[in-house]
Nanobody, 122 residues
Framework: VQLQASGGGLVQAGGSLRLSCAAS????????MGWFRQDPGKERAFVAG????????YYADSVKGRFTISRDNAKNTVYLQMNSLKPEDPAVYYC????????????????WGQGTQVTVSS
């Protein structure tokens, strides 16, 4: 699966952004998808994951209640709606395709997108 993320940018604290990740490949509808983020000098961290049919969703504690992951299998696209953005949210956000039906950690990831930068101004 090849992934192309988009939607990053600069937003004020408290604002919203929606990230999109378009996938190519016939297996998209049968695999889990996820979003991770990485600050310079830190490990890539899990943000959110969604099961193959959208029925299961998981979030890092730091984003629960603010971020929502969703997918549209007809469009081979996964989304991350980010609301109430905080100064600690800026990072490069990576889209990830799972090895199987669910993504809950980096060990579940089979392929990565190129990353999109999110910046939050105070």
């Amino acid at each position: 699966v090849q992934l192309q993320a988009s939607g990053g940018g600069l937003v004020q604290a408290g604002g919203s952004l929606r990230l999109s990740c378009a996938a190519s490949g016939r297996t998209f509808s049968s695999i889990g998808m996820g979003w991770f983020r990485q600050d310079p000098g830190k490990e890539r961290a899990f943000v959110a994951g969604i099961g193959w049919n959208g029925g299961s969703k998981y979030y890092a504690d730091s984003v629960k209640g603010r971020f929502t992951i969703s997918r549209d299998n007809a469009k081979n696209t996964v989304y991350l709606q980010m609301n109430s953005l905080k100064p600690e949210d800026p990072a490069v956000y990576y889209c990830a395709a799972g090895r199987t039906m669910l993504v809950r950690s980096a060990t579940d990831v089979g392929s990565w997108g190129q990353g999109t930068q999110v910046t939050v101004s105070s």
